[in-house]
């Protein structure tokens, strides 16, 4: 018999799988998380169920996820090799285990499926026509857990900006404005001057969602909703509020240009500077998040301010 609130999490060490995981702890859920090494001991690791296995066996997948009335799915495979390769193969082994368990799969979506012809406003239906290769496969994923829920299961997709937060390493955030473990004496910005950018910060985004789970028995069988998080209408509200967080820790900032130029002459020799060229296009124009679906549910979106979010953060990476 399953558990109402026992969940299987999926990628519980990365930065989205590991904040919902820190959320539902904190909310007296009974967390169960999937790894092929069990990781030491520290007060986050020791209130989760660790689970020795791999997103990408389908009966450890199975094992792990009895009893669970929710499977978050935000894994992707080791150090992001053979993603193309491994990363359906992996989503329909927690398809499987839902369907066998009952479970709801919970996906964090991403901006990846859209093309430039859905922009500058999304939406839930909004046309999915993406650009790239990335962003080609997350639709396909969504596709998935649709044909899942006309069989009968249920789906939650809670789609958000540019990921940042203490505990997140591999985003926009991390790996092109600062750099994790030095001061931010230089912030670099790679939108387009006048482009609008949407972000999302990871704890907001997991209240978010364990608001959602607490009511999921409301929500319609393949549930999306869009967050707005944090909306900086020109481009330079995020390295603005990175260099006051930073000249307030005593470290003189300064904002300069992506270099763009950089990433596209070493692109074709490393596959994360190819990975980062193709996603350009979300930094040439605007784009902005409707969550009036989400409000209208929950009527409420929560959002820490900015200047509170990133002092975390660059406090989290050992920036300040």
């Known amino acids: 018999m399953k558990s109402t609130d026992k969940v299987l ?4 060490t990365g930065g989205i799988g590991g ?21 030491g001991k520290d007060a986050h690791s020791n209130s989760i169920t660790w689970i020795s296995g791999d997103a990408q066996n389908a009966e450890q997948v199975e094992a792990a996820a009895s009893e669970c009335s929710v499977i978050v799915h935000a894994v992707n495979p080791p150090g992001y090799r053979n993603w193309e390769q491994l990363v359906l193969p992996m989503l329909h082994n927690t398809i499987s285990a839902a369907e066998r368990n ?7 979506g991403t901006i990846y ?24 496969i997350r639709v396909q994923m969504e596709q998935e857990l649709a044909a899942y829920a006309q069989r009968g299961g249920k789906v939650l997709i809670l789609r958000a900006g540019d990921f940042f937060g203490p505990h997140a390493g591999n985003n926009w955030f991390s790996q092109g404005l600062v750099k994790p473990g030095n001061p931010p004496k230089v912030v670099k910005n790679p939108g387009k001057t006048g482009a609008g950018h949407q972000w999302a910060y990871l704890p907001d985004v997991a209240e978010t969602l364990a608001a959602l ?10 549930a999306c ?10 481009g330079t509200a995020m390295t603005a509020a990175i260099k006051h967080v930073a000249e307030r820790a005593g470290v003189k900032a300064k904002v300069k240009p992506f270099p763009w130029w ?13 990975e980062m060229r193709e996603m350009r296009y979300l930094w040439e124009q605007t784009i902005e998040m409707d969550n009036s679906k989400l409000i209208a549910f929950l009527g409420h979106e929560p959002q820490t301010p900015l200047i509170e979010a990133v002092h975390s953060t660059l406090a989290g990476l050992g920036c300040i």
């Open 19 to 39: 904040e919902i995981a820190r959320k539902l702890i904190h909310d007296e859920w009974d967390v169960r998380a999937l790894r092929r090494s069990v990781p």
């Open 262 to 274: 950089l990433v596209s002459m070493m692109s074709p020799l490393n596959p994360t500077l190819r």
């Open 9 to 12: 999490i999926l990628g519980a």
């Open 213 to 222: 789970l607490v009511r999921r028995d409301e929500l319609e069988p393949f």
């Open 113 to 136: 499926n859209y093309g430039p012809d859905a922009f500058p406003l999304l939406r839930e239906d909004s046309l999915q026509d993406p650009v790239t290769r990335k962003g080609a």
């Open 102 to 108: 009952g479970a709801l799969i919970v996906l964090p």
């Open 225 to 234: 909703f869009h967050m707005r998080g944090h909306w900086d209408p020109d």
